[in-house]
């Protein structure tokens, strides 16, 4: 009897440790997530968990305690890898509020999972329904599903077929005529880069400016104004992925 007792005080013992271990682990380095769409398709299947290593790209620190957050309430420890094409990562949803496209801000609580195609300083394009990445010669991507979108933008009813999501952003621009066949080129800006904002630029680059100056740009008769005064560029803060 004692050594029956001896035996069920170890396994509670290990059984205890294994659990503060998991959960020293979960919280410093390794956070749970559900995939809720079929977006990472066939890779990921709807519904299945991902661990991922919240160290990998540097931990994300915050210094505000709502969970709307803004540029400025973050930062992120150095030491960390680079996201590469073709990661698979792990970010927070940059229109929390029902899904507002008029600025960028994110709730940390709400999080896509998705793949890394494009780095800071890439040139990125869909022709032909394919992605490409200047300078970049491998596969990116999922090409079984690009070859569908390839299949599927051959028939122009495609374009008037509200179940397809045909077109791509900026929509409705008299430049921009981009969609899940056609699209690009789009420069993905790289820390220190400085982007000119023009009635050109402005579709694409003004709300990434706008988060990160923490304010309003205005349009007036074609020209872009911060607090009343001229405001026609920006020297980027930050790299940027697509």
């Known amino acids: 009897m004692k050594r029956i007792w001896n035996?069920?005080?170890?396994?509670?013992?290990?059984?205890?440790l294994l659990w503060t271990v998991r959960a020293i682990l979960f919280s410093c380095f390794f956070l749970?997530?559900?995939?809720?769409?079929?977006?990472?398709?066939?890779?990921?299947?709807?519904g299945r968990h991902v661990i991922v290593n919240c160290r990998s790209y540097g931990l994300r620190v915050y210094n505000c305690d709502t969970d709307n957050v803004r540029h400025g309430c973050i930062s992120r420890e150095s030491g960390g890898n680079k996201p590469q094409h073709n990661d698979i990562v792990v970010f927070n949803n940059p229109y929390c509020a029902n899904w507002d496209w008029d600025s960028i801000s994110f709730n940390k609580t709400k999080f896509l999972v998705k793949r890394c195609i494009a780095l800071p300083g890439d040139t990125f394009e869909i022709r032909g329904g394919y992605y490409q990445v200047s300078g970049f010669d491998g596969e990116l991507g999922n090409i079984e599903k690009q070859s569908e979108a390839e299949q599927i933008t051959r028939d122009s009813s495609a374009a008037s077929d509200p179940e397809?999501?045909?077109?791509?952003?900026?929509?409705?621009?008299?430049?921009?005529?981009?969609?899940?066949?056609?699209?690009?080129?789009?420069?993905?800006?790289?820390?220190?880069?400085?982007?000119?904002?023009?009635?050109?630029?402005a579709p694409i680059y003004k709300k990434l400016i706008e988060w990160e100056i923490d304010k309003n740009i205005m349009e007036k008769?074609?020209?872009f104004y911060v607090d009343g005064k001229p405001f026609t560029g920006h020297v980027m803060e930050q790299g940027f992925y697509f």
Do not use: Q
Not at 7 to 14: T, V, Y
Not at 32 to 46: A, D, F
């Open 7 to 16: 035996i069920l005080i170890w396994l509670i013992a290990i059984g205890t």
């Open 32 to 46: 749970l997530y559900k995939v809720p769409s079929g977006s990472m398709l066939p890779t990921i299947e709807i």
């Open 164 to 201: 397809i999501s045909y077109w791509a952003a900026p929509f409705h621009h008299p430049v921009y005529h981009w969609n899940m066949r056609e699209m690009g080129p789009l420069y993905i800006p790289k820390k220190g880069d400085t982007i000119i904002l023009d009635t050109i630029n």
């Open 221 to 223: 008769d074609g020209c």
